[in-house]
């Protein structure tokens, strides 16, 4: 099993599902009712991709969602500070 933790890794396994199906990136656009170039965009890791239709395209060739992490309690999940809630994102200060 893969983990897919980037947009980049999304877009390889949509590529490589839909090569194995034998189907253009042009097919499966029409299949799925998107764009030739959402399709483009989304097996090169395109952090913008709407989630929708990013959805919609892996269902199509066979990719399944699921999320197998365990689900956190109270006890377990760490003490976060306003700022702590998304680490990777940057402070932007107090916007009162």
Known sequence: ??????????GSLVRSRR???GI???DLALAVNVGER??????????TCQLGKALAVAKSVGIRLTDQAP????????????GDAYPDL???????
């Open 19 to 21: 090569q194995a199906l």
């Open 90 to 96: 940057p402070d932007l200060g107090d916007e009162a």
């Open 24 to 26: 253009t990136q042009r």
């Open 71 to 82: 689900v956190p309690s109270a006890d377990t999940l760490p003490d976060l500070g306003p």
């Open 1 to 10: 099993m893969e983990f897919i933790d980037t947009p980049g890794r999304f």
């Open 38 to 47: 959402f399709i483009v965009d989304l097996e090169s890791g395109k952090p």
